[in-house]
């Protein structure tokens, strides 16, 4: 028997009741495991830190009683008779229709990224290797003989003077004290007694990161590509935030020229000019020089694209990526290419065959597409979401796990 407040519960039941947790856990893990397998999880930010998903109805085990109240084996009829009658059959719905009841639970969000770590294979993200130091803290950790009086250590003080009156036998010396009727016993500091603060200087190494998400502007870039950059980008930055102090972000538009805007315009924002996809790649390079030096920097640049550019450009994207991307400046970049009419001369073409080349490196910059395997098929809410969360895997995930 196991008491439990006022309750005596055996043991048995205690053991069901674990057993019926182990199941409802089981029941997250798998209908998790479905969520982000159908990219179901992508629309799904949360509130508050919290992720809802539904699980099926769990039917608690329970004793069901017969209507027949004459006892097992007792009772009228023969041998290979029926015994008992089901429902008439109605006009009920067919099976399979309707979605079965569930149950809503709540997680946190910080344990679904952990489930989709596990799930998507996504490694922790490496740090530059530096020795740059960002923050001082100060911290009074140490005790001196000298220093300014407002700095001077009162306990460790007495302590000391109590000590040293000891020693010396005058701690029992009854002193006459100005307003006190009767004499007291006195500590008196003299030099030698005082202690003071003293403070040490603490350096906290760089754990900085600056999250750059850089698109095309221009007006091929539809309402539909737009929710594709939003939900992405949410997750990664999601992702990426888990290992970081402090994380800064850094929005670029561009058509025919780059400029920074607000996060609510990075999303929105259309113009119908022409497209110049090497002028973002430049402006971003201006704010390691300016804002965000690397050395104090974990960068990480994600540019999104329909995979259309000015016909002359092409080349200069990928000098531009080549030289003032490289691993010491940049951590990673991952270029995405959205609904692309054609893969031939798009820029993930162009980028594909740098890496082929050897010109980039694939550890530092991956490109992924988003679109319709088949031109003449349609393109389903399912395949696209599937498509994010394989995405992410690809942009994200460890580069000995992930085909290329």
């Known amino acids: 028997m196991i008491e439990k407040g006022r309750c005596i519960i055996p043991r048995r039941i205690e053991e069901d009741h674990g057993r019926f947790r182990d199941v409802v856990s089981g029941r997250i893990r798998q209908a998790l495991k479905k969520f982000i397998k159908s990219g179901k999880l992508i629309k799904n930010r949360g509130k508050n830190g919290k992720i809802s998903i539904t699980i099926p109805k769990i039917d608690i085990p329970h004793i069901v009683y017969g209507d027949s109240g004459q006892g097992v084996g007792r009772g009228p009829g023969k041998d290979g008779d029926v015994i008992g009658k089901g429902p008439s059959k109605g006009k009920g719905k067919e099976a399979g229709q309707d979605e079965g009841e569930g149950i809503v639970v709540n997680l946190d969000l910080e344990e679904v990224l952990k489930f989709m770590q596990d799930e998507l294979q996504l490694p922790n993200l490496k740090k530059k290797p530096n020795e740059i130091y960002d923050e001082v803290k100060i911290k009074y950790n140490k005790i001196s003989l000298i220093g300014p009086e407002s700095l001077r250590h009162n306990r460790r003080t007495l302590k000391q003077t109590l000590k040293r009156q000891a020693a010396e036998g005058t701690l029992?010396?009854?002193?006459?004290?100005?307003?006190?009727?009767?004499?007291?016993?006195?500590?008196?500091?003299?030099?030698?007694?005082?202690?003071?603060?003293q403070f040490n200087e603490i350096k906290l190494p760089s754990s900085n990161a600056l999250i750059v998400f850089a698109r095309d502007g221009s007006g091929s870039m539809d309402e539909f590509k737009c929710n594709v950059v939003s939900d992405m980008a949410w997750w990664i930055d999601t992702w990426i935030r888990r290992f970081y102090e402090r994380v800064e972000r850094l929005y670029v538009w561009h058509d025919s020229a780059a400029m920074e805007v607000d996060e609510e315009k990075f999303y929105k924002y259309r113009y119908g000019g022409g497209t110049t996809c090497s002028t973002a790649l430049k402006f971003i390079s201006q704010q390691f020089e300016n804002r965000f030096p690397p050395e104090k920097w974990n960068v990480y640049v994600f540019y999104f694209t329909d995979g259309e550019n000015w016909w002359d450009d092409n080349e200069i994207f990928i000098n531009t990526l080549a030289e003032e991307f490289k691993p010491h400046v940049v951590n990673f970049t991952g270029i995405t290419q959205i609904m692309s009419d054609q893969y031939d001369g798009s820029i993930k073409y162009h980028v594909d065959s740098a890496i082929r080349s050897g010109k980039l490196d694939s550890d530092c910059v991956r490109t992924v597409e988003i679109g319709p395997t088949n031109s003449r098929s349609g393109f389903s809410e399912q395949e696209r979401d599937q498509q994010i969360m394989e995405a992410i895997k690809i942009l994200l995930g460890n580069p000995n796990k992930v085909s290329k």
């Open 172 to 197: 029992n010396n009854f002193t006459v004290v100005p307003g006190l009727k009767d004499p007291v016993r006195v500590l008196k500091p003299i030099k030698e007694d005082k202690r003071y603060r």
